[in-house]
């Protein structure tokens, strides 16, 4: 049964930096890609970033390339996502899962969520 948890959300100020870390278990882990993905207030979730089961591909939607960075660690059953330069926008709910498609856009088994917030 798998199961998902995310954490190191937190608030910050317009270009800090937060990194999440999304904890696999009960299931072979380097089997599986997984995705961020966050709902902002008044928004529908969207896809941010996913990386393939080995790590060897990523992709990210537009808004956060060249902010954002996803990577795993397969030996720690933990996907991490690394933002940088963070924008008002970027506030929501993150949540990792795993990926519908390679598109990125829609996933299922969900973790419960950590909050970003990025305000002055």
């Known amino acids: 049964q798998l199961q998902l948890v995310e954490s190191g959300g937190g608030s910050v100020q317009p270009g800090g930096s937060l990194r999440l870390s999304c904890a696999a278990s009960?299931?072979?882990?380097?089997?599986?890609?997984i995705g961020w993905f966050r709902q902002a207030p008044g928004k529908e979730r969207e896809g941010v970033a996913c990386i393939s089961n080995r790590g060897d591909s990523t992709n990210y939607v537009d808004s956060v390339k060249g902010r954002f960075t996803i990577s795993r660690d397969n030996a720690k059953n933990t996907v991490y996502l690394q933002m940088n330069s963070l924008k008002p926008e970027d506030t929501a709910i993150y949540y990792c899962?795993?990926?519908?498609?390679?598109?990125?856009?829609?996933?299922?088994?969900w973790g419960q969520g950590t909050q970003v917030t990025v305000s002055s």
């Open positions: 899962a795993l990926p519908d498609d390679s598109t990125c856009r829609t996933g299922d088994y």
């Open positions: 009960g299931v072979t882990f380097d089997l599986y890609a």
